[in-house]
Protein backbone atom coordinates (compact mmCIF):
# COMPACT_ATOMS: atom_id res chain seq x y z
CA UNK A 1 0.00 0.00 0.00
CA UNK A 2 1.37 3.35 -1.11
CA UNK A 3 1.00 5.90 1.66
CA UNK A 4 0.03 9.30 -0.66
CA UNK A 5 0.13 12.54 0.76
CA UNK A 6 -2.32 14.69 -0.78
CA UNK A 7 -2.05 18.41 -0.78
CA UNK A 8 -5.40 20.40 -2.15
CA UNK A 9 -5.50 22.95 -4.94
CA UNK A 10 -6.68 26.31 -2.98
CA UNK A 11 -7.36 27.94 -6.57
CA UNK A 12 -9.55 24.89 -7.55
CA UNK A 13 -10.58 25.78 -11.73
CA UNK A 14 -14.36 26.25 -12.83
CA UNK A 15 -15.06 22.89 -14.28
CA UNK A 16 -16.28 22.97 -18.07
CA UNK A 17 -19.71 24.68 -18.40
CA UNK A 18 -20.64 23.22 -21.70
CA UNK A 19 -19.96 19.21 -21.72
CA UNK A 20 -20.53 19.18 -25.33
CA UNK A 21 -18.25 21.30 -26.02
CA UNK A 22 -14.94 19.40 -24.34
CA UNK A 23 -13.33 17.43 -26.98
CA UNK A 24 -10.47 15.14 -25.65
CA UNK A 25 -7.26 15.64 -23.74
CA UNK A 26 -8.23 19.40 -23.76
CA UNK A 27 -8.51 20.39 -20.30
CA UNK A 28 -7.18 18.99 -17.02
CA UNK A 29 -8.53 18.70 -13.44
CA UNK A 30 -6.81 20.44 -10.59
CA UNK A 31 -4.63 17.53 -9.11
CA UNK A 32 -1.99 15.03 -10.47
CA UNK A 33 -0.57 11.70 -9.05
CA UNK A 34 3.20 12.02 -8.68
CA UNK A 35 5.85 9.41 -7.56
CA UNK A 36 9.94 9.34 -8.47
CA UNK A 37 11.54 6.80 -8.44
CA UNK A 38 15.99 6.80 -7.60
CA UNK A 39 17.80 4.11 -8.41
CA UNK A 40 19.42 1.85 -5.23
CA UNK A 41 16.29 3.61 -3.30
CA UNK A 42 13.01 2.44 -5.36
CA UNK A 43 9.92 4.42 -6.17
CA UNK A 44 9.41 6.50 -3.06
CA UNK A 45 7.21 9.85 -2.34
CA UNK A 46 4.04 8.94 -3.54
CA UNK A 47 2.06 12.27 -3.60
CA UNK A 48 -1.35 14.06 -4.94
CA UNK A 49 -0.54 17.71 -5.98
CA UNK A 50 -1.93 20.43 -7.57
CA UNK A 51 -1.41 19.94 -11.51
CA UNK A 52 1.44 22.35 -12.68
CA UNK A 53 4.12 22.36 -15.18
CA UNK A 54 7.48 20.24 -14.29
CA UNK A 55 10.07 22.30 -14.05
CA UNK A 56 13.36 20.04 -15.82
CA UNK A 57 16.66 20.36 -16.96
CA UNK A 58 16.99 20.64 -20.79
CA UNK A 59 19.37 18.07 -20.74
CA UNK A 60 16.83 15.66 -19.26
CA UNK A 61 17.23 11.93 -20.31
CA UNK A 62 13.28 12.06 -21.52
CA UNK A 63 13.80 14.79 -24.25
CA UNK A 64 16.83 13.18 -26.68
CA UNK A 65 16.47 9.47 -26.13
CA UNK A 66 12.65 9.15 -25.37
CA UNK A 67 12.79 6.77 -22.42
CA UNK A 68 8.87 7.39 -21.11
CA UNK A 69 5.94 4.92 -21.36
CA UNK A 70 2.11 5.88 -21.47
CA UNK A 71 -0.89 4.74 -20.38
CA UNK A 72 -4.79 5.51 -21.60
CA UNK A 73 -8.09 4.72 -19.56
CA UNK A 74 -11.03 6.27 -18.15
CA UNK A 75 -13.20 6.96 -15.11
CA UNK A 76 -17.16 6.51 -15.83
CA UNK A 77 -20.02 7.86 -14.28
CA UNK A 78 -22.97 5.03 -13.98
CA UNK A 79 -26.30 5.54 -14.25
CA UNK A 80 -26.31 4.88 -10.56
CA UNK A 81 -23.75 7.99 -9.81
CA UNK A 82 -20.72 5.90 -9.01
CA UNK A 83 -17.57 6.60 -10.44
CA UNK A 84 -16.08 3.40 -12.03
CA UNK A 85 -12.89 2.52 -14.04
CA UNK A 86 -12.64 -0.68 -16.58
CA UNK A 87 -10.30 -3.69 -16.28
CA UNK A 88 -7.69 -1.06 -14.53
CA UNK A 89 -5.30 -3.82 -13.90
CA UNK A 90 -5.11 -4.38 -17.07
CA UNK A 91 -3.18 -1.44 -17.60
CA UNK A 92 -0.86 -1.54 -14.77
CA UNK A 93 0.21 -4.83 -16.04
CA UNK A 94 0.90 -3.70 -19.59
CA UNK A 95 2.79 -1.12 -17.99
CA UNK A 96 4.89 -3.46 -16.38
CA UNK A 97 5.30 -5.35 -19.37
CA UNK A 98 6.19 -2.23 -21.55
CA UNK A 99 8.46 -1.11 -18.95
CA UNK A 100 10.71 -4.15 -18.96
CA UNK A 101 11.16 -3.14 -22.58
CA UNK A 102 12.09 0.43 -22.24
CA UNK A 103 14.74 -0.76 -19.09
CA UNK A 104 12.17 1.61 -17.06
CA UNK A 105 11.89 0.47 -13.63
CA UNK A 106 8.14 -1.60 -12.94
CA UNK A 107 5.64 0.06 -10.93
CA UNK A 108 3.39 -2.56 -9.04
CA UNK A 109 0.26 -3.41 -10.40
CA UNK A 110 -1.39 -2.73 -6.66
CA UNK A 111 0.49 0.45 -6.45
CA UNK A 112 -0.78 2.11 -10.21
CA UNK A 113 -4.54 1.15 -9.46
CA UNK A 114 -4.51 1.95 -6.21
CA UNK A 115 -2.66 5.47 -7.09
CA UNK A 116 -5.20 5.54 -10.07
CA UNK A 117 -8.18 5.41 -7.94
CA UNK A 118 -6.58 8.18 -5.15
CA UNK A 119 -6.47 10.50 -7.88
CA UNK A 120 -9.76 9.53 -9.57
CA UNK A 121 -11.58 9.83 -5.79
CA UNK A 122 -10.54 13.22 -5.58
CA UNK A 123 -11.57 14.33 -8.83
CA UNK A 124 -14.49 12.82 -8.70
CA UNK A 125 -16.26 16.15 -9.92
CA UNK A 126 -14.44 16.00 -12.63
CA UNK A 127 -16.12 13.26 -14.26
CA UNK A 128 -18.51 14.60 -16.74
CA UNK A 129 -22.28 13.65 -16.69
CA UNK A 130 -23.32 13.40 -20.03
CA UNK A 131 -24.09 10.64 -22.10
CA UNK A 132 -20.86 9.30 -23.43
CA UNK A 133 -18.78 11.71 -21.71
CA UNK A 134 -15.54 9.81 -19.21
CA UNK A 135 -12.37 11.35 -17.58
CA UNK A 136 -9.61 10.53 -19.39
CA UNK A 137 -6.73 8.89 -17.24
CA UNK A 138 -3.23 9.43 -18.94
CA UNK A 139 -0.91 7.82 -16.30
CA UNK A 140 2.92 7.99 -18.17
CA UNK A 141 6.73 6.97 -16.58
CA UNK A 142 9.79 8.78 -18.15
CA UNK A 143 13.56 9.38 -17.33
CA UNK A 144 14.74 12.19 -15.65
CA UNK A 145 18.87 11.99 -15.14
CA UNK A 146 20.30 15.06 -16.39
CA UNK A 147 22.87 14.47 -19.31
CA UNK A 148 23.43 13.45 -22.82
CA UNK A 149 24.98 9.80 -22.29
CA UNK A 150 22.65 7.18 -23.59
CA UNK A 151 22.02 4.95 -20.69
CA UNK A 152 19.24 3.69 -18.93
CA UNK A 153 17.92 6.69 -16.54
CA UNK A 154 18.67 6.15 -12.69
CA UNK A 155 15.75 8.13 -11.89
CA UNK A 156 12.42 8.69 -12.96
CA UNK A 157 8.97 10.25 -12.22
CA UNK A 158 5.48 8.15 -12.42
CA UNK A 159 2.52 10.91 -12.98
CA UNK A 160 -1.18 10.72 -13.52
CA UNK A 161 -3.17 13.11 -15.30
CA UNK A 162 -6.94 13.28 -15.81
CA UNK A 163 -8.91 15.02 -18.20
CA UNK A 164 -12.75 15.60 -18.71
CA UNK A 165 -13.51 14.41 -22.54
CA UNK A 166 -16.36 14.44 -24.52
CA UNK A 167 -18.56 11.48 -26.22
CA UNK A 168 -16.46 10.04 -28.96
CA UNK A 169 -19.49 9.56 -30.90
CA UNK A 170 -21.23 13.17 -30.46
CA UNK A 171 -22.68 13.13 -33.70
CA UNK A 172 -23.67 9.58 -33.57
CA UNK A 173 -21.17 6.09 -35.28
CA UNK A 174 -19.85 6.98 -37.99
CA UNK A 175 -18.03 4.31 -39.71
CA UNK A 176 -14.48 5.78 -41.33
CA UNK A 177 -11.98 5.06 -44.47
CA UNK A 178 -9.06 3.31 -43.64
CA UNK A 179 -5.55 3.66 -46.03
CA UNK A 180 -3.58 0.81 -45.96
CA UNK A 181 0.11 1.91 -45.38
CA UNK A 182 2.65 0.61 -48.00
CA UNK A 183 5.32 2.58 -47.44
CA UNK A 184 6.49 3.00 -43.79
CA UNK A 185 5.64 0.52 -40.89
CA UNK A 186 4.86 1.14 -37.36
CA UNK A 187 6.57 -1.99 -35.66
CA UNK A 188 8.73 -4.96 -36.67
CA UNK A 189 9.93 -7.93 -34.42
CA UNK A 190 12.35 -7.07 -31.75
CA UNK A 191 11.41 -3.46 -31.62
CA UNK A 192 8.98 -1.76 -29.43
CA UNK A 193 5.47 -2.60 -31.03
CA UNK A 194 4.04 -3.92 -28.02
CA UNK A 195 4.77 -1.11 -25.51
CA UNK A 196 2.62 1.81 -25.31
CA UNK A 197 5.92 4.26 -26.24
CA UNK A 198 5.82 8.11 -27.71
CA UNK A 199 8.26 7.24 -29.99
CA UNK A 200 6.36 4.54 -31.53
CA UNK A 201 3.66 7.62 -32.00
CA UNK A 202 6.43 9.63 -33.19
CA UNK A 203 7.33 7.68 -36.20
CA UNK A 204 4.08 6.73 -36.88
CA UNK A 205 2.43 10.25 -37.42
CA UNK A 206 3.76 11.07 -40.71
CA UNK A 207 1.63 8.09 -41.79
CA UNK A 208 -1.28 9.17 -40.13
CA UNK A 209 -1.13 12.90 -41.79
CA UNK A 210 -0.72 12.05 -45.52
CA UNK A 211 -3.30 9.67 -44.96
CA UNK A 212 -5.31 12.46 -43.54
CA UNK A 213 -4.16 14.90 -46.23
CA UNK A 214 -6.16 12.19 -48.67
CA UNK A 215 -9.66 12.22 -47.20
CA UNK A 216 -8.48 9.00 -44.67
CA UNK A 217 -9.37 8.72 -40.92
CA UNK A 218 -6.24 6.80 -40.22
CA UNK A 219 -3.96 4.24 -41.52
CA UNK A 220 -3.59 -0.01 -41.45
CA UNK A 221 -0.53 -1.01 -40.91
CA UNK A 222 1.03 -4.16 -42.34
CA UNK A 223 3.75 -5.72 -40.75
CA UNK A 224 7.08 -4.57 -40.96
CA UNK A 225 9.11 -7.56 -42.24
CA UNK A 226 6.61 -8.38 -45.34
CA UNK A 227 4.25 -5.54 -45.62
CA UNK A 228 1.77 -8.60 -46.61
CA UNK A 229 -0.18 -9.10 -43.33
CA UNK A 230 -2.60 -7.04 -41.28
CA UNK A 231 -1.45 -5.72 -37.21
CA UNK A 232 -3.54 -2.74 -36.25
CA UNK A 233 -4.96 0.79 -37.07
CA UNK A 234 -3.58 4.63 -36.02
CA UNK A 235 -4.14 3.88 -32.07
CA UNK A 236 -6.61 0.94 -31.99
CA UNK A 237 -6.30 -2.63 -32.75
CA UNK A 238 -8.70 -4.05 -35.66
CA UNK A 239 -10.82 -7.04 -36.20
CA UNK A 240 -12.23 -8.85 -39.23
CA UNK A 241 -15.59 -10.57 -39.57
CA UNK A 242 -14.71 -12.89 -42.20
CA UNK A 243 -17.25 -15.67 -43.45
CA UNK A 244 -18.66 -15.49 -40.32
CA UNK A 245 -14.93 -15.83 -37.96
CA UNK A 246 -13.68 -12.89 -36.94
CA UNK A 247 -9.53 -12.26 -37.17
CA UNK A 248 -7.45 -10.28 -35.57
CA UNK A 249 -3.33 -9.84 -34.97
CA UNK A 250 -1.53 -11.79 -32.68
CA UNK A 251 0.45 -10.30 -29.92
CA UNK A 252 3.57 -11.64 -30.31
CA UNK A 253 5.24 -8.45 -30.02
CA UNK A 254 4.52 -6.12 -32.66
CA UNK A 255 0.82 -5.30 -32.09
CA UNK A 256 -0.17 -3.39 -29.20
CA UNK A 257 -2.35 -5.78 -26.64
CA UNK A 258 -5.54 -3.60 -26.25
CA UNK A 259 -7.86 -3.90 -23.38
CA UNK A 260 -10.31 -3.47 -25.46
CA UNK A 261 -9.24 -5.70 -28.00
CA UNK A 262 -8.92 -8.44 -24.74
CA UNK A 263 -12.55 -8.04 -23.83
CA UNK A 264 -13.88 -7.88 -27.49
CA UNK A 265 -12.02 -11.40 -28.22
CA UNK A 266 -13.23 -12.26 -24.71
CA UNK A 267 -16.89 -11.57 -25.05
CA UNK A 268 -16.92 -12.47 -29.29
CA UNK A 269 -15.64 -16.00 -27.70
CA UNK A 270 -18.72 -16.01 -24.67
CA UNK A 271 -21.42 -15.35 -27.55
CA UNK A 272 -20.03 -18.40 -29.76
CA UNK A 273 -17.98 -16.88 -32.14
CA UNK A 274 -14.59 -18.24 -33.61
CA UNK A 275 -11.49 -15.34 -32.95
CA UNK A 276 -8.90 -16.30 -34.81
CA UNK A 277 -5.41 -14.25 -33.42
CA UNK A 278 -3.01 -14.60 -36.31
CA UNK A 279 -1.55 -13.71 -39.48
CA UNK A 280 -4.40 -12.34 -42.08
CA UNK A 281 -2.93 -11.25 -45.57
CA UNK A 282 -3.85 -7.97 -46.75
CA UNK A 283 -4.54 -9.74 -50.03
CA UNK A 284 -7.16 -12.07 -48.39
CA UNK A 285 -9.33 -8.96 -46.66
CA UNK A 286 -9.59 -7.57 -50.44
CA UNK A 287 -10.35 -10.74 -51.75
CA UNK A 288 -13.17 -11.73 -49.10
CA UNK A 289 -14.10 -8.23 -49.72
CA UNK A 290 -14.82 -8.25 -53.33
CA UNK A 291 -16.24 -11.51 -52.81
CA UNK A 292 -19.00 -9.94 -50.61
CA UNK A 293 -17.80 -12.20 -47.58
CA UNK A 294 -16.20 -9.17 -45.57
CA UNK A 295 -18.84 -8.68 -43.13
CA UNK A 296 -17.47 -6.07 -40.66
CA UNK A 297 -14.59 -4.08 -40.17
CA UNK A 298 -13.93 -2.29 -36.89
CA UNK A 299 -11.09 -0.86 -34.64
CA UNK A 300 -10.97 -1.45 -30.57
CA UNK A 301 -9.39 0.55 -28.32
CA UNK A 302 -10.38 2.88 -24.83
CA UNK A 303 -11.07 6.15 -27.00
CA UNK A 304 -13.78 4.86 -29.68
CA UNK A 305 -14.30 1.58 -27.91
CA UNK A 306 -15.15 0.19 -31.32
CA UNK A 307 -14.51 1.94 -34.86
CA UNK A 308 -16.56 0.78 -37.39
CA UNK A 309 -14.65 0.75 -41.00
CA UNK A 310 -16.63 1.38 -43.84
CA UNK A 311 -13.66 1.58 -46.58
CA UNK A 312 -10.31 0.13 -47.23
CA UNK A 313 -8.22 1.34 -49.65
CA UNK A 314 -4.85 -1.17 -50.67
CA UNK A 315 -2.34 0.38 -53.52
CA UNK A 316 -5.63 1.74 -55.39
CA UNK A 317 -7.65 -1.15 -55.01
CA UNK A 318 -10.75 -0.15 -52.67
CA UNK A 319 -13.31 -2.59 -50.74
CA UNK A 320 -16.43 -1.50 -48.93
CA UNK A 321 -17.96 -2.64 -46.13
CA UNK A 322 -21.79 -3.55 -44.73
CA UNK A 323 -23.14 -0.36 -47.10
CA UNK A 324 -21.11 2.32 -45.00
CA UNK A 325 -23.12 1.42 -41.82
CA UNK A 326 -22.44 0.17 -38.68
CA UNK A 327 -22.35 -3.94 -38.32
CA UNK A 328 -24.86 -5.93 -35.68
CA UNK A 329 -21.61 -7.55 -34.07
CA UNK A 330 -19.79 -4.28 -33.61
CA UNK A 331 -23.00 -2.55 -32.71
CA UNK A 332 -23.43 -5.27 -29.95
CA UNK A 333 -20.02 -5.05 -28.82
CA UNK A 334 -20.26 -1.57 -28.46
CA UNK A 335 -23.67 -1.82 -26.41
CA UNK A 336 -22.25 -4.37 -24.31
CA UNK A 337 -18.61 -2.76 -23.52
CA UNK A 338 -20.56 0.71 -23.19
CA UNK A 339 -23.42 -0.64 -21.27
CA UNK A 340 -20.94 -1.83 -18.24
CA UNK A 341 -19.23 1.10 -18.44
CA UNK A 342 -21.67 3.06 -17.44
CA UNK A 343 -23.47 0.87 -15.66
CA UNK A 344 -26.26 0.28 -17.81
CA UNK A 345 -26.09 -3.73 -18.46
CA UNK A 346 -24.71 -5.98 -15.73
CA UNK A 347 -21.47 -6.53 -15.17
CA UNK A 348 -21.18 -10.12 -15.85
CA UNK A 349 -17.34 -10.22 -16.57
CA UNK A 350 -16.09 -8.93 -13.49
CA UNK A 351 -14.56 -6.16 -15.26
CA UNK A 352 -15.86 -2.86 -13.16
CA UNK A 353 -13.98 -1.38 -10.41
CA UNK A 354 -15.84 1.24 -8.70
CA UNK A 355 -14.27 4.05 -7.08
CA UNK A 356 -16.77 6.14 -5.37
CA UNK A 357 -19.80 7.51 -4.71
CA UNK A 358 -20.31 9.94 -8.05
C1 LIG B 1 -3.54 2.13 -26.73
C2 LIG B 1 -3.41 1.49 -28.07
C3 LIG B 1 -4.34 0.55 -28.53
C4 LIG B 1 -5.62 0.20 -27.80
O1 LIG B 1 -5.44 -0.25 -26.50
P1 LIG B 1 -6.65 -0.17 -25.44
O2 LIG B 1 -6.04 -0.73 -24.21
O3 LIG B 1 -7.74 -1.00 -25.98
O4 LIG B 1 -7.02 1.26 -25.33
C5 LIG B 1 -4.09 -0.06 -29.75
N1 LIG B 1 -3.01 0.24 -30.49
C6 LIG B 1 -2.11 1.17 -30.08
C7 LIG B 1 -0.94 1.46 -30.94
C8 LIG B 1 -2.28 1.81 -28.87
O5 LIG B 1 -1.39 2.73 -28.48
Same mark, same amino acid.
Given at each position: ???????????????????????????????????????????????????????????????????????????????????????????????????????????????????????????????????????????????????????????????????????????????????????????????????????????????? #??? &???????????? @?? !?? %??? *??????????????????????????????????????????? #??? &???????????? @?? !?? %??? *???????????????????????????????????????????????????????????????
Amino acid at each position: MLDIKITKNTAPKAKPADESKLGFGKIFSDHMFLMDYTDGQGWHDPRIVPYAPFPMDPATVVFHYAQELFEGMKAYRSVDNTIQLFRPECNAQRMQDSSDRMCIPQVPVDDFVQAVKALVELEKDWVPHSDGTSLYIRPFVFATDVGLGVHASKHYTFCIICAPSGAYYAEGINPVRIYVEDEYIRAAPGLTGFTKCGGNYAASIKAG #ELA &EQKGFAQVLWLD @GV !EK %KYV *EEVGSMNIMFKIDGKVYTAACTGTVLPGVTRRSCIELLRDWGY #EVV &EGPLAIDDVMKA @GH !EG %KLE *EVFGTGTAAVVSPVKELDWKGDKVFINDGKIGPLTQKLYDTMTGMQWGKVPDTKGWIVPVCKG
